[in-house]
């Protein structure tokens, strides 16, 4: 199965500022990739899809980019509702797989 | 309005057995592929269990094989995940999930599974 793996594992950032997440796949899942969003006690949120396409309500300061094996998520001026953990995970293959996750906490 | 709820979850002895369902409503039930999804507590998510649509093809993870089984009633709208022979590190947070075009779009709320003395 593809392993995903996320970095850095926590991310410390003011709000206002720009952060950028990544995630890179052990083979190629061209294209398909998510980005999800969770917060404590909810279920994962679906951001981005397509490796860059945003999801239905997503506010267009989250970007993804990447292809292949190498993926980023941008979120460019963090709120506070933005700091949880994100997920990347590929549906590529069969089963899908998550990265372990990014915290992306206030500073 | 698409909706899945989890239930069955609860306290259970290392070495027992239980049964989760997930009732969908809000869709076509029998046209998707659905997932079962945990998180152990303060872990990430791993995908525990999958059926096909019509319930021909399924997938276990290496840590759940053998030990849980995954089926799904078309005619009732549910999915369900019998486990057994639980372990301590089956303790987590179960979500089922549906795969839309060809990722989970929609997630139950998830359903806590303790497995302890």
């Known amino acids: 199965e593809i392993v995903m793996t996320q970095s850095p594992a926590t991310l410390s950032v003011s709000p206002g500022e720009r952060a950028t997440l990544s995630c890179r796949a052990s083979?190629?899942?061209?294209?398909?990739l998510v980005w999800y969003q969770q917060k404590p006690g909810q279920a994962p949120r679906l951001l981005i899809y397509?490796?860059?396409t945003r999801a239905t309500g997503i506010p267009a300061r989250f970007s993804g980019s990447g292809s292949g094996t190498e993926f980023s998520l941008t979120i460019s001026s963090l709120q506070s509702e933005d700091f949880a953990v994100y997920y990347c995970?590929?549906?590529?293959?069969?089963?899908?797989?998550f990265g372990q996750g990014t915290k992306l906490e206030i500073k | 309005e698409v909706q899945l709820v989890e239930s069955g979850g609860g306290l259970v002895q290392p070495g027992g057995s239980l049964r989760l369902s997930c009732a969908a409503s809000?869709?076509?039930?029998?046209?998707?592929?659905l997932y079962w999804v945990r998180q152990a507590p303060g872990k990430g998510l791993e995908s525990v269990s999958a059926?096909?649509?019509?319930?021909?093809?399924?997938y276990y993870a290496n840590s759940v094989k053998g030990r849980f089984t995954i089926s799904r009633d078309n005619s009732k709208n549910t999915l369900y995940l019998q486990m057994g022979s639980l372990r301590a590190e089956d303790m987590a947070v179960y979500y089922c999930?549906?795969?839309?075009?060809?990722?989970?779009?929609?997630w139950g709320q998830g359903i806590l599974v303790t497995v302890s003395s």
């Open positions: 999930a549906r795969v839309g075009t060809a990722y989970f779009d929609f």
């Open positions: 809000g869709f076509t039930f029998s046209g998707y592929l």
């Open positions: 059926i096909t649509s019509n319930g021909d093809k399924t």
């Open positions: 083979q190629s899942v061209s294209s398909n």
């Open positions: 397509g490796a860059s």
């Open positions: 995970q590929q549906y590529n293959n069969w089963p899908r797989t």
